[in-house]
């Protein structure tokens, strides 16, 4: 009779397991994924907010440089994601997004 009672308690539970499972797969799958297909003259950012360029890489290290000159190494695991550049076309650019000097609203920037 106790059985019966938690039975349906039981199902709900492992399907949410199994369910959660599911997911971190993924997001472990993407992650590998995303390690093996970095390559020199990618754009990055890394887990602690660094960005940089892929300078060169090894079975588990990478090197970035950070500036001009300056490159340092870090662990692949260390990448968070890739920075995709994202360049706008002229009839984008057309479309409405003018890029002023001055503010559009001169009264916000001071206070009473």
């Known amino acids: 009779m106790d059985l019966v009672v ?3 308690l039981l199902i709900i539970l492992g399907a949410f397991m199994f369910f959660a499972s599911r997911k971190q797969k993924k997001a472990m799958q993407a992650t590998i994924d995303l390690h093996n297909s970095l390559s020199i003259g990618d754009r990055i950012h890394t887990t602690s907010g660094l960005q ?3 300078k060169g ?3 588990d290290y990478i090197q970035l440089e950070i500036a001009p000159g300056v490159v340092t190494t870090w662990m692949k695991l260390a990448v968070r994601d890739k920075i995709e550049d994202t360049v706008e076309t002229d009839d984008e650019l057309d479309s409405g997004s003018e890029i002023t000097d001055t503010p ?3 009264d916000r920037l001071t206070k009473d």
């Open 6 to 8: 938690f039975l349906p």
């Open 104 to 106: 559009s609203d001169p």
């Open 52 to 54: 940089g360029t892929i």
């Open 57 to 59: 890489v090894d079975d």
